[in-house]
Each structure stands twice: as C-alpha cells, then as structure tokens.
C-alpha cells in the first residue's frame, strides 16, 4: 500500500464500528454521570436545581440535560470539591495557570492514569513512533500535564525515555546528537526555537538521528507545521488535549488526515455547540468544543466548556481510525481581543503574517490605551535575507506588512520590524499577546 505505514496501540478499539463506539460511549456515560452524582456534592446539587437524575441518560443525546462546567467551576471548587474518590486513592495532581489568581487542579486515580497512558500511547502510535523509538522530552515535568503525561504514554508504548525537561536548547541538541534520539515532544514553537539555535551553531538537521516531532499545548498552522518539518527534516504532528480532562491524549493527529486529530471517542464524548447559546450545532460545523469524560474515577468532567473553537466529523479515515476528527484549534473563544470595538484573533495575524515573505513566525502583539483609545502595535520579526540597512526600504516593508494586516483585521496597527532573533523565545507556551490597557 502506498502512503504512510499505519500503527496502531490499540487496533480493536481504535478501529472499531462506530455503532460500536456508540454503544460503549453510552454504557459510559450512564456510569459516568451516576458517578458524579452520587459522589460530588456539586454535581448532585445541580443535577437536583436541574429536576434531572442519572436515570434520565438513555440515549447519547440525553448528554443535553446535564449542566455545563467550567474553569469556574473548578476555581470555585478548588482545590479538590470535585474529587469523587478519597484523597488516599488519588495518586497525582496537575493543574494549569489561570488566567487569574489560582490555579485549577485536577487528580488522577490508578486506572486514571493508566488509561491516560493508553490514550498518550495512541497519539504516539499514530504518528508512526514505535517501540524502537528514542524520544526527548522538551516538555517541563511538574504541575503542567504535557511533561508527565506524554512521559507515560510514550514509555507504555515502549520507547526509550529521554527526559531531558524544558529549556536548555544547546543540552537539547547535544542529546539528540548523543543518545540518537529519534522524537522531539515540545511546542511547536519551542521545536522552531531549536531549529533555528540548531542553524545557528551549524548542527545539520538533514544528517540528524531526529525523524518526528510530537507537538501540542497550542496552536500550530498548517504553515508552521511544513517549514519545521521542512527545516528539520522531520515528520510532526499537532495534538490536542487539556489538563481539565487529563492533558495531552484527548486527540491526536495521524499521518493520513493531517491536520486534524482524531478524538479517543471512548474516553471523551464530545459537542460542538454554539458559544453565544449554548445549543448544540450539527456536526461539521465550526462551535466551541464541550467534552464530558467517559471514564475518569478521581476528576469526572460533565459537559466542560473547552472555550476552543473547532468541527467534528465521523467520516471514515484512510489511516483506518473509526473515532471522530476534530478540525485544528485556531481560536479560542476568549482569546478573542476586542480592539477598539472589532473582535481581533491572534491566529488571524499569524495567519496574515504567514502569507508575507521576509518574516518569521515570530511576532508579539501589545495592546495599550495609553494615549485615550485602543492601540494595537504587531512586532514582527524579520528573517535575515529581508534585514536592510537602508531606512527607506525597511519603511517600505513595515507599511506593506501594516497595510495587509488592516485589511482583514479591519483596524489599522502600529507595526514595528524587528531584527532576525528579536522577538523573545518562549520555551514552553509562547505567549504572544501583552494587553497593557487600562479596563474602564
Ligand atoms: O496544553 C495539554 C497538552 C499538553 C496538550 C501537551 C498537548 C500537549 P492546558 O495547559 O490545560 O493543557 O491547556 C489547554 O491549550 O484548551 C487549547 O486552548 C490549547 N491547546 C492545547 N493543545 C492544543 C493544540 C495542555 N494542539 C488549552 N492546538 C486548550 C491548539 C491547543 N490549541
């Protein structure tokens, strides 16, 4: 067969009938929100404000009654109100920085974590790692879930583990020369980072033991995807998962649909529903993904508002995978910035400054009111062969790079170039958007 040779962890399940995948998704479900009724005080309580019992889920549409939860919910709960095992029987926390004051956290039980291997293991296997495998870890182990998490399921899979942890790009490379490894786990913008330190220090990325690239945590464009693997000359794949509902392993992508991910449909059952209503949308269309967990003992999750813009579809894949495809996540619900009255997404300007040759996929947005009324100022980062000496040229260019970005954007930026290697790198999330505002 032509095309990428396809790997499975889990072969019966990953492929199996959807009516199949249907029937255990419900026999979950019923467990599963039983569960958290009868031992979250929380959920009974809703449950109860709502009128509805465990007894009303007979059908997978029935997931419809239950009540949302979100980040709130877990703040307000924090850190443990909605643990449903005894604190003895939870073997590990993680937790993920909010936007504001604590954090939220989330246990793990035994069986928790083994089937969060599973569903790591997968992703893994689906794109192309195996046993034989050598993967680095660039990945922070501690409180954040893409350390650990990815740790476990790669080494279920068999691999050999390098967990050389996040940052310390030059100790990156040494060990990849060294120890041979074959998978790099990070950010896609943290593997861009090492690519270009690679360049820089003359380490030949062709000649390199390095052939896969296991990314997630954020978002990665089509285009940032080809010109890493393009550069490195690797394979990548973009992953999806959030610490609410385990972490990495929620979906992964394969080598046959790219750029879209396969959700584990029997661990996560999955909406898409309307942001502003909250009324579910039929399939394909672009909502705000909700996923309820199908099998968490410690941290059950009903309904979670995701806030991450995306479509599903359950039409068959060439890679032979029978659960959902999730489309790439773009946007965020409120990621959204509201400049001067018109709704602006980071993604739209990375997507703008994509299109523009002579710039890096590097840039920093920073939003100020300093002088009365929004500002938005675009930092982009030049690449080498676009850096001039002469003024008007590079005036030039930063008003074409202005004028692009207005016409989509429908506001008009502040556009500052910045030389090759200005823009600060980020060794975990990179973090591109400073609002600096004064909120009324
Ligand atoms: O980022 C879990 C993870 C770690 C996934 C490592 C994959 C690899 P949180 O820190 O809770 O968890 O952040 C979750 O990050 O709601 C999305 O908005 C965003 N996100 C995560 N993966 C992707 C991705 C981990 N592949 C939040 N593409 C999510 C786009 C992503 N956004």
Request: hydrophobic share 35%; charged share 25%.
């Amino acid at each position: 067969m032509d095309g990428p040779k396809v790997n499975y962890f889990e072969p019966e399940i990953e492929t199996a009938p959807r009516e199949h995948i249907r029937r255990i998704q419900l026999e979950r479900l019923q467990r599963q929100v039983a569960w958290a009724y009868e031992r979250v005080p929380w959920y009974k309580q809703r449950f109860q404000e709502l009128g509805i019992g465990p007894e009303d889920i007979r059908r997978l549409e029935d997931v419809r009654l239950l009540p949302f939860t979100d980040k709130q919910v877990l703040r307000d709960t924090y850190p443990f109100g909605l643990c449903a095992i005894a604190l003895d029987d939870v073997l590990r926390l993680h937790a993920s920085s909010g936007t504001t004051g604590k954090p939220i956290v989330v246990g793990y039980s035994r069986r928790d974590l083994d089937a969060w291997s599973d569903c790591v293991a997968r992703l893994a296997a689906m794109a192309g790692i195996t046993r034989a495998d050598r993967v680095q870890m660039a990945f922070g182990y501690g409180m954040f879930t893409g350390g650990f998490g990815l740790h476990y399921g790669c080494e279920k899979l068999g691999c050999m583990m390098v967990p050389a942890g996040s940052g310390n790009t030059e100790r990156h490379l040494m060990m990849i020369a060294d120890y041979e490894t074959t998978v790099l786990i990070s950010t896609p913008s943290y593997a861009m980072h090492m690519c270009e330190v690679g360049e820089a220090r003359g380490f030949d990325w062709r000649a390199s033991s390095l052939r896969v690239g296991l990314f997630g945590g954020e978002p990665c464009t089509p285009g940032m995807r080809r010109e890493i693997e393009n550069r490195m000359h690797i394979i990548c794949t973009d992953n999806y998962g959030l610490t609410e509902v385990n972490g990495p392993g929620v979906a992964g992508e394969c080598l046959v649909a790219r750029d879209q991910q396969h959700i584990a449909e029997d661990h996560f059952l999955w909406e898409i529903i309307d942001p502003a209503t909250g009324e579910a949308l039929p399939e394909g269309s672009e909502g705000e993904l909700v996923l309820t967990t199908l099998s968490k003992e410690a941290f059950p999750m009903l309904r979670y508002r995701t806030h991450d813009l995306t479509s599903v579809t359950t039409a068959p894949c060439g890679c032979g995978r029978t659960h959902a495809r999730m489309a790439k996540v773009r946007a965020r619900t409120d990621d959204m910035l509201i400049v001067r009255g018109t709704n602006v997404f980071p993604s739209q300007v990375e997507d703008i400054l994509a299109g523009i040759a002579g710039v890096t996929p590097h840039y920093r947005i920073v939003l100020d009111n300093e002088t009365g009324m929004d500002r938005m100022t675009v930092m982009v980062e030049l690449r080498p062969d676009a850096f001039s000496d002469s003024f008007g040229e590079m005036d030039r260019f930063r008003r074409r790079v202005a004028d692009r970005l207005r016409q989509t954007l429908l506001i008009t930026p502040v556009v500052k170039l910045v030389e090759p290697g200005g823009i600060e790198r980020s060794f975990g999330k990179s973090r591109r958007v400073e609002d600096k505002r004064e909120k009324p």
